[in-house]
C-alpha cells in the first residue's frame, strides 16, 4: 500500500495555526476578552527572548517519514516527542506514519498473558538488555516484530525514525537492522535521549543520530531528503544554546493512536516549558535542553484543542519542572478556571519557598491532582551539594501545604549521593517519617545515585571524593565508604522503612504494588511492643558503632545498618527484628545496578528504654578483581581482597531524650 492512502489523517495546519474542526475561542467573544485581562496580570505579553522559532511552510511534498518507538517505554500515554515531530511534518506536508510498537507490544503481553508479570514495570527494566530478554521475551515479542517490519516495508517510506531510550535500544536495533535489510535506500534516523551526547552506542543501521530537540532538525532533514541533497554528517546537532520556541509548534498530532489502548486511555502529555531553571549536580535533565517557557495562552489554546479533539479530561506535564516559572503556571491554573477545563493534571515540581498556600490553592482549583517532587534527601549537607537550592524546613512547608488544599504528592528520593554518610541518610529517613501523613500518592524510592557521564558529579567526580576507577562495575568514594554495597543496604532498609510505615495505607498500598520487590518482605520481620508513634526531630548521631578493624570498606559496610534500627525505636519504640540480606533474593529485588555478593543476618531488640542487643553476622565476598576491566587505582595498590566475614555482638543503651 502506498504511504498516501496508509495516512490516516492530516491535520490542516496553515501558517502554523492549527485548523481542526474543534471550537476554538474566538477573540471577539465577550467572555475570551474577560478572560484574558484576567490572565494579564500574570502571564508574560511576550514570548522571552532569544528563542528560535520553527518556521514551517506547508506545500505536498513526494518524501514520505514513519516514527517507530520500539518497547518498553512508558505505558500511560501516547509517545509525546512522536505526536510533536508527526505534527510538525504533517505541516509541512509530508507523508506521516507513526508506529508505536511499543503499546502493541505491552497490549499483546497484557491481552494474551504471556508472563505472570508486566515487563513494562519500572524495576524490570534490566530484563530487556540481558539474557532473560532472550528467554522470556524475545519468543513472543519478535513475531510481532516482524509484523511491523512487514507493514512498515509495505509503505517503503522514505525517512523512518525511531524514538531512542536506554531501556528500548535493544529492540530498536533489531527492528532498525531488519529494517535497513529490507529497504537499503531508506534513510533511518535515531533520536530522543539516548540518542544525546555520550549516551548513544549507535549501531551502523541509524544513518544519522539527531542529536538536541527534533524539531528544526528533522525539517532540515527531510527538506535535503526532498531535495535529492546528501544529509551531511552522521551526527546532526542542535546548535549549542539553541532554544526552540515551543509557541512556534503546531499542537501535538495525537491522530495517530487508538487512546485506548493506553493506560490512561482519557490522557495526554503537554508541556509548559522545556529544561529546567536548576542546575541539580547529578542530574542530566539540563543537559538536554536550556530552559524556555510557553505562553499560558498557548498552552491554555492547545489543551483545550485536545480536551474538545479527543475528548481528554487528564493531562500530564511532562516538564522537568512545571513550576519553572512560578507567575505563567500560575497565569495557567487562572485560564484553566476561566476558560472552565474540567481537567485534573498533574506534574513534576520543584520544591520552592516562593510557592504558600494561596498559590497552591490557585494550582488545585485548575485540577491539579497531584505534584511529583524531588525530594532527593532529607539532609541539608547533602541537598546543597547537590545543588537543590532549598532548605529542609521549606521542602516539609511545600509538602504540607500541598496537603492542607488537597494536592497529592508523589515523592522520589535519591539514596547514597556520595557525600551522604549513615547519619545524612539517617536524616532522609527522619524526613520521611514527617512527611507521611501529607496525603501522599506515591513514594519511590529511586535507583539510588548514579554517576551519570554528562553531570557535574560525572565531569568533577573528584570534588566529590569519587574514584575515576569503577568498582564492582560501579561508582564509589576514595574511602570505601559509599560503594554499591553500601547503596544496596541503604536501599533496602529505605525500604523496608516505607513498608514499617504503616500509618498512611495508600503508601504501603501503591508502595508494593508498583514497586515489585518481590522479596523484600521474606527477608525481614520486625514485631513492635506497642502501637507507639513518636514525632521525631533530625539529630545528629554517630553511627560509628562496631569498631572490627578489618578494612576499610568492612568497617564501614558494618555499619550501615544502625541507621534503620534506630530510626525504627525512634519511631515506633520498643521492637526486636531480624533482617537478612541475601545475594540472590536481594539480586531479584535490586538487579545489576546494586549487584554483590553480601550476606548478613541482624538480629535485634530494643526495649522502651533504650536498652538493645544485637548479633550480627556478615560475608562479603569480591571477586577477584573488583575493579575490573580496569586494574585498582594507585593508591590502593597492591590490592588486597577486602573480602571479609565478621560476627558482632554487642549491647548498648540509647537515651530516651533523644526520641523526640
Ligand atoms: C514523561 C516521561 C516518562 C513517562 C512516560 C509517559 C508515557 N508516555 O507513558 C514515565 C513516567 C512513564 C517514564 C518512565 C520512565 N522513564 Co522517563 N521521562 C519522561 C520525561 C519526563 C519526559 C519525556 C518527554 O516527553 N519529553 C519531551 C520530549 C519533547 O523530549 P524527547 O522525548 O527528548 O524528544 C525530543 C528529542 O529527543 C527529539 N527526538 C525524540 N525522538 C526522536 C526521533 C527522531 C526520529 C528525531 C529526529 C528526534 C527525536 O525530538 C524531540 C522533540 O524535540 C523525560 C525527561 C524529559 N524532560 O525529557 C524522562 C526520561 C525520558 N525518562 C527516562 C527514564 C530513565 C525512564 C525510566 C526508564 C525510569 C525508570 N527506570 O524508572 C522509565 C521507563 C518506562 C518504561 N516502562 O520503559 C530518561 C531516559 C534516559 C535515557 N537515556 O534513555 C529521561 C530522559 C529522564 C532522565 N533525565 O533520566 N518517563
Ligand atoms: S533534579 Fe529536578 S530540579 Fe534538579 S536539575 Fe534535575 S529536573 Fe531540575
Redesign the pocket.
Known sequence: MPINNFVAKIIPIVNNKVDSSAPVVSAADEKYQVMAETMRVMARTQPQKNLTPVHIDFATKKTSVV?VLMP???????????A??SAITRAAGYNTAVFDINIKSYLHFKNNKLVDYDP???SR?AMWANQQYDTDLRPHIEPLFQEYVEKIVSLNPDVI????????EQCATWMAMELKRRLPNTVI????????KS?VHPVDEFDHI?Q????A??LE?LDRVENGQPIGDRYIKQPSGQR?DLDSLPFPDYSDYDLND?VIPNGI?A?LS?GCVAKCTF???TL?WKFRGRLSGNILDEIEHQYKTYNIDVV?F???LVNGNLKELRAFAQGVVDRDLKISWQG?SRCDDRMDLDYYRDLKASGCFSLCYGIESGNQRVLDAMKKNIKVAEIEQNLRDTAVVGIKSDLNWLIGFPNEDPSAFADTMTLMWRMRNFNLNWVSSG?TMMKDPETDVGINYHKYNILEESFLNTWLTSKLDNTCIHRKIRMKTFELFLLEINVEPVVQKTFKKSFFRTSLSNTYHVKYESDTLNEIEYEQFDYDIIKPEINMLADSVVNEIWPVLRLLWRTRGAYETVITFDPESDGQDYGHRLDCDYTATHKFKIDNNGNWTADFEYKLVLPENPWDPGPAPVSMLPWVDHSFEHRYFGTGCWAVSDIA
Not at 518498553?72 to 512522536?82: A, L, S, T
Not at 525514525?161 to 528500548?168: D, H, P, V
Request: proline content about 7%; overall charge negative.
Open positions: 516514527f518498553p517505554w512508558g505505558k500511560f500515554f501516547p509517545p509525546y516527542n512522536i510533536r515531530l513494562w514495570e519500572y527494566e525514525g525511531f524514538s531512542l531510550y536506554y531501556t528500548n534516523l535515531a533520536g530522543g535521549p539516548q540518542a544525546q549516551y539527531v538536541g530537540e527534533g524539531e532538525l528533522l532533514i526552540i493506553y502529555s508541556e522545556r542530574c542530566s535533565e538536554f500530564w511532562i516538564d522537568s513534576y535507583l
